[in-house]
């Protein structure tokens, strides 16, 4: 899968099999619509291309970041799906600033070759969101690309969506948001060193730098598999108030593990929510509670198994 990240200089030449949007999460709605896109083009000799965002548009208006997946695990999951493109464009000011005209003559016709394109039938895009599918059938009428408009799929009756996904992790409802998913609900990313503190009260952990993200905030039980064994464990996510710590962290203390992990990149499973974060009044306070949240996490994750 080649990652085009720039498109200023870009004129793809192949006819390109195409479906846009913010693909957050990745769920099994967007899986359906990708495999199409890869079956659809093989039988058209044209090349498959996602098109997506970054950031993506809800989250650049709003000044928060509530994505589901990282830019980063994005392109993971996407890497497996046999895509030839993945095309990520700017959404910055001079993407906004274009008319939904200049977006698809300049970037879906001219640059992107588009000649099949797959949108949700809410897709938005142009300057202040005012291109709608409506657009883009008229240019597929007048035979510029065929275009594919999805309904949104569903599961025991419930819609799938980014959006119901992140109410059902605000709503520490794990499972329903891992069922839309078609895989657990994960934080990933490369361990690094941090302050040692969690040592030093006797809860070594296992730290991961994060982006802020209202969607995670707080403590709770997760799992991880290291060097093909699954560990369970418990982690705190978010700022640190007791020593007023300035970076957004994922701090997991891994029960029954003992182990260099720096550098190593790890994944973990988000089962539960604990508690909220909380600022503690000292060292003993906060180990009073780290001990009530090991056990409660033990009591989830034991259930859980």
């Known amino acids: 899968m080649k990652i085009i990240r720039d498109i200023k200089n870009i004129k793809i030449k192949t006819p390109i099999t195409a479906s846009i949007g913010g693909f957050d999460g990745v769920h099994l709605g967007h899986q359906k619509i990708i495999k199409n896109i890869v079956n659809e083009s093989s039988k058209k000799n044209t090349k498959s291309a996602i098109i997506t965002f970054n950031p993506l548009p809800k989250i650049f208006f709003a000044k928060k970041n509530f994505e589901i997946l990282s830019i980063h695990k994005k392109i993971h999951i996407l890497e497996k799906f046999n895509l030839d493109y993945l095309i990520i464009l700017r959404f910055n000011k001079e993407l906004i600033s274009m008319s939904s005209k200049e977006f698809i003559e300049e970037i879906l016709i001219n640059k992107l070759n588009i000649k099949s394109l797959t949108a949700g039938d809410d897709f938005k895009f142009g300057n202040n969101q005012s291109g ?3 657009d883009l059938l008229e240019y597929s009428k007048n035979g510029y690309f065929s275009m594919n408009i999805e309904n949104k799929h569903s599961i025991d009756n419930v819609r799938i969506s980014s959006s119901q996904i992140r109410e059902a992790i605000i709503a520490n409802d794990f499972e329903k948001a891992s069922k839309m998913l078609g895989r657990p609900y994960s934080v990933s990313g490369k361990i690094i060193h941090g302050e040692k503190r969690g040592r030093e009260i006797g809860f070594p952990t296992a730290n991961i730098k994060l982006e802020p993200n209202i969607l995670l905030s707080g403590v709770y039980a997760v799992s991880t598999i290291i060097s093909g064994n699954k560990y369970n464990a418990v982690a705190n996510i978010g700022y640190k108030p007791t020593f007023s710590g300035e970076q957004y962290l ?13 550098t190593e990149r790890l994944e973990f499973n988000i089962i539960s929510k604990i508690r909220e ?3 503690f009044r000292g060292i003993s306070e906060l180990k009073e509670y780290i001990n009530k949240d ?3 996490a033990k009591r989830i994750l034991k259930e859980n198994d």
């Open 250 to 262: 994922f701090e997991a203390n891994i029960f029954n593990f003992s182990g260099d992990l720096y």
């Open 294 to 296: 090991v056990l409660e």
């Open 277 to 279: 974060t909380k600022k």
């Open 132 to 134: 709608t599918v409506n």
